[in-house]
């Protein structure tokens, strides 16, 4: 078993009923994500808790452009949701353009994720952090960041906090978990329960910025409560097992 302390940021969000969030790199034919990627999750905390600094982009060691949101992803051992299946809709835009006295046109669309209807949908996200790296900042400077959260990534993935609350955990290892939160496949021999999977960005391997190049990893969102087996690390939040 491993005993190292960990700190667990749980921060509840309810969409207005869209969320937009196209996967990168894409061509014509645009693609949007049917939950919120890691990326863009670590994205929504890190605006409010750098807001005092404007600078949102930096350069890192080999001279490339990074997303300030970087430095919260070395604080963060896992980002995981807890989400519901929406319906993917794509509809389409006609654009007009007055370009040098000539009158343009194209159709461009907005993949959606369309995510209302009688059921009450709700984001959970497990945010947890190595209390060795926090050295910068407090539990309360977290909580009142995600208390901040407006919006999963683009103008039209507009959201409300419905509650925070920071625990601290242990990690530990087992052969056999049960889970309603986000996980990677990596070690995992068999699944048991319904679930989606999507190809995202390797965030714990690759900076904030620019993702056309960067290495992606399988992602399984579960639509239910899963069974997993394999060589896992998890951390208990509050009697519920987020793999790691």
Known sequence: MVCKMLVCL????????????????????????????????IGALAYPLFNGNRTEIVLNEYGKVKSKADELRSMLINVALSSKKGL?????????????????????????????????YLYRIAYIFDKEKLTNYTLKDLERAAWGITRLGSRESVVNVENVKTTRIEVSRVNVAKTFFSYSLD????????YDMEL????KNNEIGDYSRT?????VYPLEENEVEGDLTIAVVNGEAIII
Do not use: C
């Open 215 to 219: 290495d992606r990893i399988r992602l």
């Open 88 to 120: 993917m809709y794509g509809p389409l835009f006609k654009i007009n353009r007055l370009y040098h006295n000539t009158a343009e046109s194209a159709v461009t669309s907005l993949p959606l994720n369309i995510i209302y209807g009688e059921a009450d």
């Open 187 to 194: 070690k995992v021999k068999n699944v048991r329960g319904k």
């Open 200 to 203: 995202v960005v390797d965030w």
């Open 10 to 41: 749980m921060t509840t969000l309810k969409p207005h009923g869209v969320i937009a969030l196209r996967a990168s790199p894409q061509s014509k034919m645009r693609i949007s994500f049917r939950h919120p990627p890691p990326t863009s999750l």
